[in-house]
């Protein structure tokens, strides 16, 4: 099979697996404190082009406030400011409440992205995904990361804090690649980091809501072995059946 696997062949992985009865195996939305998601974004509803609109005219009003320019200048700003408010104005946007509430919407995001959720802190739990390599740890443990989807923090912008994991690895398991795919186990803690590091196209700012110490790590191929055991453990029981001509006890 391809390396290019979805998250939801690991999850597929991760359920065919056998587990402990005290290990949890979660999704990575179980990692998100669902009662900072519910907030109102009054920019979702923009179009592209009105955002645009709303940015344009923040620039201009911060021309006109910082002043310096020649008097020509200064009055084609003005002018510039009030065809984009009138025409914000004439499909329903109000521009100045809108701008007024850019801070509120933003930090309203920000804890969306970070906030954990604390019904899993000190589980033992098992998540799939696709790991980082990472830099040894100040006290010389071995790192990673884990991220719910391929090229992360990479050809695309680092998911919010509470969908990436900082793994403490053992040394009996170093990642073969960057964004191997991966199940791990071990216990989770909200334990929130933020660490610059380099990884395929300079350096990341890898900002992480939770710490796993890994104590078993299961890799596709180890994934695949074991299926495969399974498999053919059960077609010799089952030949053994036939050959018997009855049931007969799993040794």
């Not at 005290?22 to 939305?29: G, L, Q």
């Not at 005219?57 to 065809?83: F, H, M, T, Y």
């Not at 795919?181 to 334990?191: A, D, K, W, Y």
Request: charged content about 25%; some cysteine.
């Amino acid at each position: 099979m391809t390396m290019r696997l979805s998250f939801a062949v690991i999850a597929a992985c991760l359920l065919a697996l056998p587990a402990p009865s005290e290990v949890a195996r979660i999704e990575w939305a179980d990692l998100v404190d669902e009662t900072a998601q519910d907030y109102e974004d009054p920019f979702v509803e923009l179009t592209r082009k009105q955002l645009n609109a709303l940015r344009r005219l923040v620039r201009l009003r911060a021309q006109l406030e910082n002043g310096g320019s020649k008097p020509e200048l200064l009055d084609q700003i003005k002018l510039d400011i009030e065809a984009t408010e009138a025409t914000l104005a004439e499909e329903g946007v109000d521009a100045n409440w809108l701008i007024s509430q850019r801070w509120v919407v933003m930090e309203r995001r920000e804890k969306a992205g970070t906030a954990a959720n604390v019904d899993i802190d000190g589980a033992t739990v098992s998540l799939g995904g696709f790991v980082i390599p990472a830099p040894r740890d100040e006290d010389g443990s071995q790192m990673a990361y884990i991220v719910p989807e391929r090229g992360m923090c990479s050809h695309v912008p680092p998911p919010p804090p509470n969908q990436m994991v900082r793994l403490r690895l053992s040394d009996s398991w170093t990642p073969s690649t960057v964004y191997e795919p991966i199940v791990v186990t071990g216990q989770i803690r909200i334990e929130p980091t933020q660490k610059e590091m380099l990884v395929v196209d300079g350096p990341v700012l890898m900002k992480a809501a939770f710490t796993l110490e890994v104590d078993d790590v299961q890799t596709f191929e180890t994934i695949q072995t074991s299926e495969e055991a399974s498999t053919n453990r059960a077609s010799v029981l089952m030949g053994r059946i036939k050959a018997t001509g009855g049931a007969i006890k799993d040794e």
